[in-house]
Every structure is written in C-alpha cells, then in structure tokens.
C-alpha cells in the first residue's frame, strides 16, 4: 500500500515505505565490488520545497533523469556519516510528474576548521582578504574569476567566486559554497545558485586554539598548543644551490656547480597537547625568532654557521618548554601533514586562551 | 592524525598514576604489551609530566629521581647504556628544584598486598618555565574532568558503552579506555579524585584576576614617568569600589611577585 507524501524536512530518522514528491537535482554513477562481483549504483541529491537530501540508488529505473520531478515509492532512510540519507532499491517505483518544483536548498552551517567533503555544499562565516582577480576563457568568452583568502576564528580558507566580485574586509555568510580538495588543501567555489550576505561578524586575526585530535581538514590558520616530544634526526643546518634553491645532499649542485650554496634551517617534530600528537615541519621563517637563528647569521661567509650551533640553538628553543604553532594542514596520501608557519613560546596570553577554551567545554 | 601509529604520550597527574593497581594486555602475539590503567581511564606505557625536582640520587650507574606535581611525586630510574646517551646528557644537565618535563615508559611491581609501584624510563628530561609546567597542570586537570564526567557517566548508566561515549564528545580512545577502567574499578570511590581536582582549579589564578593583572599594568606603566600611580588611583581608574578589592590585591600581588612591578613608596607603584 501507498503511503502517504512525506515531506524533506519531516525525513528525522530511519523509517521504510516512505513516498516522496522531489525534483532529482544530481545524479553520479559508482562502481562497486560485491560478492556477487561488480556492480553499479547510482548516488546524488533531491529536494522538494522544505529541503534537500542525499540518495543512495541501488537500483534506479534508466529513465530516471535529473531536474525531472518524480513522486517516489517504497523508498527507506538510513543514516549514514551521521546523516540521514534515502535509499532507493528493486521494490522503489518512480512515477515521473509533468510539473515544476520549486527546492528550497538548505546547507549546513561549518566552521572552516570542521569543514567535510561528505558535505559537498555548505554554508561559512568568515571574513574575506588577499582579492586577486584573474581571467579565464569559457566557450570563447572571456570571464574574471576572483579569489580570496576566507578566515573566521578557527583557519582559513581559499575561495573563488566565479564572475562576482565579493566584499572584503567585513563578514559575509556565504550560503551553498562548494567544497573539494585541490592540491592537498580545502577550497571553497562559489557559483550562480551560491546566496551571499553581509553579516556582523566578531573575528579576530588571532585564531582560536585548536586541540589535535580536532585537526581533521586541511585548511589553513590552525592554532594548536603542546610540547614537542621528538625531534627528527635530521632537522637542522641544510645547504641549497644559491641558483636554483635545491637542497644540496652534496657541496655542489649538479646543474650549478660554480653557483656556490647558502644556508637554510628545516626542522620536524612531533608535537603532543594531551588530546592528541602529529607531526609538523617547519622552515627557518617559522622559527628564526623563537631560536634565535638569524638570516644575517645564516649569511655569515666569514663564518659559516655550524651544525651543532644550529641543532644546539633547536634545542634551546623549542624542546625547553611548551609552545604555540600557527600553520596549515594538508592532505597527503599518509594522512593530514602539517607545516608551521609561525612557532611561539606559550606566553600568559596564550595560556589564558587555552584555558578559557576549556572551560567553555564545562560551562 | 595519527596514521603511523606511535604510542601516544599520557598526560597523568602524580596522584592519579599512584590510584592504579590493574595493568591490561594489548596488542597481539609478540608485540602484545602491558599497560597500566588507572580507576579514571588512563591507559597506557608511556607517559608525559612536568614537576620539581625534590631529589636527585646517583647510585653505581643508576640515576634516580622524584619528580613532584603538586599532588604527589613520579619515581624516575635511568640506566645509562649505549643507545640512550642523549637521554644521558638530558639527566646530567638537571638538578633538584630545576621544573622539568619529563617523558618516559613505565614498568610496574605490584605487591601481595595489590598495591602497584610505577617506575619511570626516562625517554627525555628538559627544563622547563613555570608557564609551561602550570600549562602542562592546567591540560591535564582538564583531560582528567572529562574522564570524571564519563566515569561518573557509566556509573549512572551500566548499559552505556564506547559509542554512547563517543556520542557524548568522547574520543574513541578515552571511551575505550573509560569502559575498560569501569569494569576493573567498579568500586573505586571518585569523589578522591574529584577533590584533587579541586585542589589544582583553587590553586590556579583565575581567568578574571589575569585579565585584571593585564589592564593594572597598563595603567601603571601608562603611569611610570610621573613617578608611579597609587593604589587608590589605580582603584578609581579600573573603577573598583574600595570595599572589594580583593582581586586587585591578588592582580597587584601577582604583578610584584612577578618582578613586574615594584612599590617606589608605599602603595605607590611603579614598573619596573
């Protein structure tokens, strides 16, 4: 028997027979290894106007296509990456409706610090900086594309916005954004169906701490805190080919050899804060401060910098005590890598942020 | 974030160490190891503290110390051999009453009686500053409240298991750990540990008096080429009424206890 219309926004929780009115609005293809050997299914996204979901087709009629509206039978949801998600097999039946459906588009609200691709559209807060405006051809066309560094208190994000020009400086709730992973990193893309608004937003430039077990993403501007508790074995002094900046595992470089070298410090640890511990690298800007190495001491060609000196300095600086490091989480294929830009002795500042961090968490 | 996997570092408090008599097996096969775990679920080999340096002992080869935290002492023995000379340098480097990180694995010796001794490997020692040794104390009360709360949690709910927790906000390793220690302790008496708890958070100044400390300085220093402010100006100015000054002395305190300031007269401050 029929069940009766179910709207978006009343799909709460896992149920069976459900029959919904929904416009398709994308549709992917996947290829799966069962035990019964490959198969296909399909997967994208449905709306009506109080919302729009996810879908899983194991099983889809060839006609069914997208921007088509359909009143759909028998489905089911379940929940799946904690979000429910409706499910389409033999038994669903899909009866195609010559009308027009208005879909209201709802995304989910993320700090840049949380942001996941299993949430393809989304919406952020953040204040936007860096506009760089550049030119690109499209079907003989020319057209601007901008881009911006998007920040709120927890990193940094870029974002591209094809063909409008943003507000920057000020806080903007960006509705509908588009995430991928390019290069390593987060992105966001803005498009014609993204909603941007102005909006009152308290941000300062000084990230909030992040605990590591938190620091899933690879966005920039993370803050976290900690001790490290290893130092790599060969960080230190490196030489480069004062030509071509290439790190030097000889005395010479071999496409430079009368060029000469120069000196350069790259250090990598691993750092613990209670929650968690990863591994960080770090070149000589995010350290020279904090261990004194200076460039004019790198520079020194009457007295070039030793090894141990550098190594001895390290260690003074960065294994005496805890310490606050500002960088960038990338995705590799080992997992998420992360470069400091900025390493700092935790100071009474630092310390009562992170203390009011975690009290937030009790209050 | 920890795809190579790496025995991670516990931050444990001296008193919460000295509660554990259970160890549990891990692993499989030949690379199965015994952990410690404690009545609040901490488990674990190896282990991250900080604290002061009561005594330094050198016996034939052996060096030992007693590492305080405020609530109890960690017992640390290092052997020197070929392969830990660097740790070697670390420990001829510190002395009694140097502040010291230490990280290191332990190794047990329980008694007949069921009372467990934990003795500490040392992997590195460093010296350290009050602000990081105070940060150490501070994360780890903090990760100490939360395993109070899951404790106090499958003791109000037998049925609870690792992924309620988990969808309480605990990690998976806490919640792991969290059931684990509840089976073992099941008559341990928390309320112990919550008073220790107490005991760190009283100790610690609080958020409000740091802010205050901030903007005395300020004023005082705004202050310092006319000869120094007052204490009943530095009050009329932060607009502190005269009969709760309280925190103020404790912000002045803190400020000349910290070589910030000095008295140039009485009551009157300058920076320094």
């Known amino acids: 028997m029929e069940s009766a219309i179910k709207k978006i926004e009343e799909l709460v929780k896992e ?35 109080t919302g729009v979901i996810p879908f899983t087709a194991w099983s889809m009629p060839t006609t069914v296509r997208d921007k088509d509206v359909y009143q759909i039978s028998k489905c089911y949801t379940k929940k799946f ?96 954004a588009k995430l991928d992973l390019f290069n390593g990193y987060y992105r966001l893309n803005t498009y014609e169906k993204t909603a941007i608004e102005d909006v009152n937003l308290k941000i300062t430039e000084d990230p909030e701490y992040s605990y590591i077990k938190d620091v899933k993403t690879p966005v920039g501007g993370i803050k976290v805190s900690g001790f490290i508790i290893s130092l790599g074995e060969k960080s230190g002094l490196l030489t480069r080919c004062r030509e071509c900046n290439t790190k030097l595992d000889d ?56 090894k141990k000196e550098i190594r001895s300095r390290i260690d003074r600086g960065l294994m005496h005590g805890a310490i606050s490091i500002n960088g960038n ?35 | 974030m920890n795809d190579k996997k790496r025995e991670p570092a516990r931050w444990i408090i001296a008193r919460e160490l000295r509660e554990c008599t259970e160890t549990v097996m891990e692993g499989e096969g030949e690379s199965q190891k015994e952990n410690f775990i404690t009545p609040l679920g901490t488990r674990g080999r190896r282990i991250l503290f900080c604290g002061k340096i009561t005594s330094k002992t ?52 329980k008694t007949d009686e069921g009372r467990m001794y934990v003795n500490i490997n040392p992997e590195s020692i460093r010296i350290i500053d009050e602000d990081s040794s105070q940060y150490w104390m501070s994360r780890s009360a903090f990760l100490l409240k939360r395993r109070i709360l899951g404790i106090k949690e499958l003791k ?83 607009k502190i009424d005269m009969q709760s000054t309280q925190e103020m002395d404790q912000a002045l305190t803190l400020l000349l206890e910290e070589g910030e300031i000095f008295e140039s007269s009485r009551r009157k401050y300058k920076t320094v």
């Open chain 2, 156 to 238: 109000k709910n037998p049925d609870s298991t690792e992924s309620s927790l988990v969808s309480l906000g605990f990690t998976e390793d806490e919640a792991s750990a969290m059931v684990q220690s509840s089976s073992l302790y099941s008559s341990y008496d928390i309320a112990r540990m919550e008073e220790i708890l107490m005991e760190i958070s009283a100790s610690k100044v609080s958020e409000s008096t740091s802010e205050l400390k901030d903007k005395i300085f300020e004023i005082i220093k705004a202050r310092n080429g006319l000869g120094g402010v007052t204490y009943d100006e530095i009050a009329r100015e932060m």
């Open chain 1, 251 to 306: 005395l010479r470089c071999a496409d430079h050899p009368e060029a000469g070298v120069k000196y350069d410090v790259f250090i990598y640890f691993t750092v613990d804060d209670g929650t968690g511990y990863m591994q960080v690298n770090a070149g000589f800007d995010a350290i020279s401060e904090i261990t004194g190495i200076t460039s004019e001491y790198l520079s020194d060609e009457k007295m070039p910098p030793l």
């Open chain 1, 81 to 176: 990456n904690e979000k429910i998600r409706i499910y389409f097999d033999q038994g669903t039946e899909f009866k195609l409706l010559p009308e027009e459906l208005e879909v209201k588009r709802t995304y989910r609200y993320y700090s840049i610090r949380d942001l996941n691709t299993n949430d393809k559209y989304v919406t952020v807060e953040g204040i936007l900086s860096n506009e760089k405006e550049r030119e690109y051809e499209k079907e003989g066309q020319k057209k601007a594309i901008y881009q911006y560094i998007m920040r709120d208190q927890t990193g940094t994000i870029p974002l591209s916005s094809f063909g409008t020009k943003l507000p920057v400086g000020k806080g903007v709730r960006i509705e509908g």
């Open chain 2, 58 to 109: 050198e016996e034939n080869e052996m060096t030992k110390l007693a590492v305080s935290d405020s609530t109890g002492a960690f017992y640390v023995s290092f052997f020197p051999k070929d392969f830990n000379q660097a740790v070697k340098e670390q420990i001829d480097l510190v002395n009694q009453d140097d502040t010291v990180i230490v990280m290191g694995k332990t190794s047990f010796y």
């Open chain 1, 329 to 363: 989480a990338r995705m590799t294929e080992q997992g998420i890598s992360f470069k400091a830009m900025k390493i700092e002795r935790l100071d009474q500042k630092n310390y009562r942020q992170i203390v009011s961090i975690q009290e937030e968490e009790f209050a």
């Open chain 1, 15 to 49: 149920e069976t027979n459900i029959t919904i009115k929904v416009k398709i609005l994308s549709i992917s293809q996947k290829e799966a290894n069962t035990q019964k050997g490959k198969s296909v299914y399909h997967y994208g996204l449905l709306g009506d106007p």
